[in-house]
């Protein structure tokens, strides 16, 4: 039988499988379907990872816990949370990855994320395996007071099933300095240790220099990275940023210090557009409203006097480049017809699964360069991955070292997608070069321990 024909029919028998076993769990099912659709062709004259069911196991997390977490609110009433940690793969390092406090936060996210994150943990080149967790907490419309209780409450379950050598969780969505600092004085007081079980930490106690900034400026350095190979560079690039969280925020600063304009953010409630762009004084302002005034975008557009579409993406604004830095599947086909028509050459993900199936399909196809969030995004966890070095010697490295650690990473990065994306000489597939990069450390590791 035709190779492809064949390995097409076992992608499909894989999915049906799968999405058998995970109903309901479109965002697990659409996050697996992305990186089989490379690893099954890989692995067809591969005969050793399929007798072992290496792929079948990969897709299987080791172990989901789900817990509850009650809190009291300012008003005295008696809350009830959701808490999840997914511990997706430890073969190559203890469990890494982020907690999300979002109100959206179900099971199906967060294998999504945890699955995603054994292989970006891989390509870093750093010993981390994947995990992801989190609630459906949303911190938004709560005060300090009530974060806090909440933090203290979910790390009391939480932290029986981390640690340094076990599993050592980071921000994500909703997840910040504020949140990470409660988290962590809850698990010193409960332990009694004052050990690097979480990583974001403040500078004052066991924090990196430039995690704050890592994954945004990544996403950018990877972007560079793709430009060169076009002999391109990002100085006078139009730029689309949505979000203004964490990555957004650092992105956004990248692309300005590296001379391109960025001409839009976003919140959950729409996108700003400032054609002039933005320079490091309104990206101040910004990062103020987002994160110490927990204000709306919306704001910055009435203080500027720019637009702000309400309820809309920043998709159809004209540019050469893309980073969506929000949150996952927030760019389908349509959109991204719309970037390719209006001339954009390279979307580089800084949010999780930003660009769904349909979408990925219209950029390869018009030859896009497309980073994919498991390469693009990867430098944050990379970071963390060192602060977890600093921690275990207990000294602190130099901001200039760092920098220079995070920007080879991303370049090494780059190479390993290169490697194993070729497909011509000027066609580079980035999704699948980072699944198969990713993938063949792990599934190694998987071999030489046997079944287990
Ligand atoms: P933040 O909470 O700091 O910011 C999230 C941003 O995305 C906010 O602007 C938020 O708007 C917006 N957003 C969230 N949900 C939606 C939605 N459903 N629709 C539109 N906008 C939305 O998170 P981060 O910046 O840390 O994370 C952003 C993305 O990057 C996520 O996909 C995360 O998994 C990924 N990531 C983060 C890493 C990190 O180091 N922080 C590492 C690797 C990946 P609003 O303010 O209205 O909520």
Redesign the pocket.
């Known amino acids: 039988m035709d190779i492809q024909v064949n390995a097409q029919e076992k992608i499909n028998s894989f999915m049906a499988g799968l999405k058998r076993r995970n109903p309901g769990e479109t965002e697990f099912q659409q996050a697996v379907q992305e990186v089989v659709t490379h690893i099954i062709p890989f692995i067809e004259d591969k005969p050793l990872y399929q007798e072992m069911q290496i792929l079948e196991r990969l897709c299987e997390p080791d172990r989901v816990v789900i817990f509850r977490v009650c809190w009291e609110d300012d008003k005295g009433r008696i809350r009830t949370q959701r808490g999840y940690r997914v511990q997706h793969n430890n073969s190559i390092g203890p469990y890494k990855g982020?907690l999300?406090f979002?109100h959206?936060v179900n099971q199906s996210i967060l294998k999504f994320?945890a699955f995603e994150q054994t292989f970006?943990n891989s390509l870093t080149g750093l010993p981390m395996g994947g995990a992801k967790g989190g609630s459906d907490f949303n911190p938004?419309d709560k005060s300090d007071n009530e974060v806090m209780r909440f933090c203290q409450s979910f790390m009391t379950e939480l932290t029986r099933h981390i640690g340094q050598n076990k599993d050592v969780p980071?921000?994500?969505?909703?997840?910040?300095a504020r949140e990470i600092g409660y988290l962590f004085g809850q698990h010193k007081r409960l332990s009694n240790e004052f050990t690097g079980i979480l990583t974001?930490k403040g500078m004052e106690y066991g924090g990196s220099p430039i995690?704050?900034e890592?994954?945004?400026y990544g996403a950018v350095y990877m972007m560079e990275e793709m430009l060169k190979l076009r002999n391109q560079q990002l100085e006078g690039k139009t730029c689309l940023i949505?979000?203004?969280?964490?990555?957004?925020?650092y992105a956004t600063e990248k692309c300005i210090q590296l001379g391109a304009k960025v001409v839009t953010?976003?919140?959950?409630?729409g996108f700003m557009h400032d054609p002039d762009g933005i320079d490091q004084e309104k990206l101040e302002y910004i990062v103020d409203l987002?994160?110490n005034r927990?204000g709306?975008?919306s704001d910055f557009a009435k203080e500027y006097g720019v637009e702000f579409y309400p309820d809309k993406?920043p998709w159809g604004i004209p540019c050469d480049l893309a980073f969506p830095?929000?949150?996952?599947n927030?760019l389908n086909a349509e959109q991204a017809t719309t970037l390719v028509k209006n001339g954009c050459m390279g979307v580089s993900e800084?949010?999780?699964?930003?660009t769904d199936l349909e979408g990925i399909r219209i950029f390869q196809q018009a030859n896009t360069l497309f980073a994919p969030?498991k390469a693009a995004?990867?430098?944050?966890?990379a970071v963390?991955g060192l602060e977890m070095s600093q921690n275990s010697a207990r000294i602190t490295w130099k901001e200039e070292e760092l920098q220079n650690l995070l920007q080879g990473i991303m370049q090494d990065i780059h190479e390993s997608c290169v490697e194993y994306g070729r497909e011509s000489k000027d066609r580079i597939n980035y999704l699948k070069g980072a699944n198969i990069a990713g993938f063949t450390k792990v599934a190694n590791a998987m071999l030489a321990y046997g079944v287990v």
């Open positions: 982020g999300r979002h959206s994320l970006k938004k980071a921000g994500d969505i909703g997840v910040g974001g995690r704050v890592a994954t945004g949505s979000g203004s969280g964490n990555v957004a925020q953010m976003s919140d959950s409630s987002k994160t927990r709306r975008i993406r830095c929000a949150t996952q927030e800084g949010a999780n699964m930003p969030s995004n990867a430098g944050g966890v963390s």
